[in-house]
């Protein structure tokens, strides 16, 4: 069993020190957190550190939306950043909603992975058929043209099936270029609001309509040796105690990958190294 982690939005209500705990209960090696999450958990940096390192977690992603490719770096980039030397993490995963264009679009992340370059990060440009980079396609198209080591994309399933992306598709992107996968499943139909369905509605992996054997096939098929995660924003996951939901998305994940084929994910650190060091 690859190791997994849990999405910023699959526990999104619980408080922060909740949500690793019971992340850790369930069997995950690793969380993603929202920068929101960060700022508001009422925590020192110290504490923070202490409650991952006891329950041996590593902080895969973090998540914000804002627009990167306004100009200027924004405000909120500063305690990104702080996150990324105080307590470590992997990647920063992007999505952009604002329209651009390209050259804007490609000159901006280029400028974004090099700040992130600074703090040992990578980022992930990660596509929603809801925004203004809906595709595959489109996001590989900025990040190939920015030509930046430390820049990739995120595979999310539901944006994948919801895009109507196709295995094939895969072939213009490097494996390697990959950074992460978000592992979950959607409805038999998409509801007439695609970002309420993706905010409120998704599945666990391996329990909606999604083809999940067929990605997995092509991702392995592909060399993808990315982290793995699981997020589920759904609100009947909501509506459970955080340990309960915490269990149910790693058994269901666990299941898909031993049902359908795991994948040889490599090992990976934080920007601050190994789980459990200080620096």
């Known amino acids: 069993m690859p190791d997994l982690a849990c999405s910023a939005n699959t526990l999104r209500h619980a408080d922060l020190a909740t949500r690793i705990r019971a992340a850790a209960g369930a069997g995950f090696t690793a969380i993603g957190l929202r920068l929101d999450d960060y700022r508001s958990c009422g925590l020192a940096d110290e504490a923070v550190r202490d ?57 901006s992340f280029g400028r974004l992975c090099d700040r992130a370059a600074d703090h040992g990060v990578l980022v992930g440009f990660e596509f929603l058929p809801y925004s203004s980079a809906r595709t595959l396609a489109q996001v590989w198209d900025v990040v190939a043209a920015a030509d930046r080591s430390g820049g990739g994309v995120v595979i999310d399933f539901w944006h994948w099936f919801r895009s109507d992306a196709q295995a094939a598709d895969l072939a213009a992107v490097p494996a390697d270029r990959i950074t992460s996968i978000q592992l979950c499943d959607v409805l038999p139909e998409p509801l007439p609001d695609l970002t309420t369905e993706a905010r409120h509605h998704r599945l666990l992996p391996g329990h909606g309509a999604g083809s999940t054997a067929e990605l997995l096939d092509a991702l392995r098929r592909h060399g993808v040796t990315a982290p793995l995660s699981v997020e589920v924003f759904s609100d009947d996951l909501d509506a459970l105690p955080p340990a309960a939901a915490a269990k149910a998305a790693f058994a269901a994940a666990e299941k898909t990958l031993a049902t359908y084929g795991q994948l040889a994910t490599a090992p990976w650190t934080t920007s601050l190294g190994q789980p459990g060091t200080r620096q």
């Open 51 to 107: 409650l991952l390192d006891e329950h041996s977690l590593r902080i895969l992603e973090l998540e914000h939306t804002w627009d990167w490719a306004a100009g200027e770096p924004a405000p909120e980039e500063a305690a990104m950043f702080h996150l990324a030397d105080t307590l470590g993490f992997r990647q920063l995963n992007v999505p952009m909603f604002t329209e651009h264009t390209r050259t804007e679009l490609v000159e």
